[in-house]
């Protein structure tokens, strides 16, 4: 069973400050991406990555960075955070972009 | 605009009835996907389905998708109140980097 893992799953920060968001898989997928979820727009690439060192930019990456270290993790990051970033944020993996991708239980961000 | 959609916004049904969401997309693809979402969690894959293929099945779930008319269809038979959950379809545009989901449909499922 492919497994995605995030953290923290509930983030309160404040308006300026830096948020690092976390993701694992144990699937040895080459791809992962980040998106967030918000009522009325579904979800939304933000960044994405082929592999360890790679990183891309998604359809609204203003305002965030991703880092990918390893194979096995892949991190979000909001320098300055601010409230328009209060969402909620899914990590997936996936072999390729035709395939199935597995998504974490999400992370919900508050900024205030 | 939405690139890929799904229809209607929501739907209720009782235990044992069936229920259908519909997907319209806008692009050429390679496949679509269904996933479903409950609250609280990360959406999972249903079905994926593709170009070639007109119909697909997966226990009580069964896909169909029309490339001329570019839609889908996400039928679900004797529905039971776990299947109460957000449905999204997802396109994989050609030459894409990545899935499209849609908005979502709403389907709540009562005893």
């Known amino acids: 069973e492919a497994a995605v893992t995030q953290s923290p799953r509930n983030k309160v920060a404040v308006t300026g400050g830096k948020v690092t968001l976390s993701c694992n898989q144990t699937?040895?997928?080459?791809?992962m991406y980040w998106y967030r979820q918000d009522t009325g727009h579904g979800l939304r690439l933000i960044h994405y990555?082929?592999?360890?060192?790679?990183?891309e930019k998604g359809d609204i990456p203003d305002g965030y960075k991703a880092s990918r270290p390893s194979q096995e993790n892949f991190s979000l990051i909001l320098e300055l955070a601010t409230p328009s970033q209060t969402s909620v944020y899914f990590c997936?993996?996936?072999?390729?972009?035709?395939?199935?991708?597995?998504f974490g239980p999400g992370t919900r961000l508050l900024v205030l | 605009s939405q690139l890929a959609e799904e229809n209607p916004w929501a739907l209720s049904v009782h235990e044992g009835e069936s229920v259908t969401v519909n997907c319209s997309y806008k692009?050429?693809?390679?496949?679509l996907q269904w996933y479903r979402q409950k609250s609280g969690e990360g959406p999972a894959q249903l079905i994926l389905?593709?170009?070639?293929?007109r119909e697909k099945r997966n226990g009580r779930l069964r896909a169909t998708l029309d490339t001329s008319s570019q839609s889908s269809s996400l039928s679900i038979t004797a529905t039971r109140c776990e299947d109460t959950a957000v449905y999204f379809c997802?396109?994989?545009?050609?030459?894409?980097?990545?899935?499209?989901f849609g908005t979502g449909t709403t389907v709540s499922v009562s005893p």
């Open positions: 997936a993996s996936g072999e390729g972009r035709q395939d199935t991708q597995y």
């Open positions: 997802a396109t994989d545009e050609e030459g894409g980097r990545a899935l499209i």
């Open positions: 699937n040895n997928h080459n791809n």
């Open positions: 990555s082929y592999g360890a060192g790679s990183t």
């Open positions: 692009t050429s693809i390679t496949a």
């Open positions: 389905i593709r170009s070639n293929e």
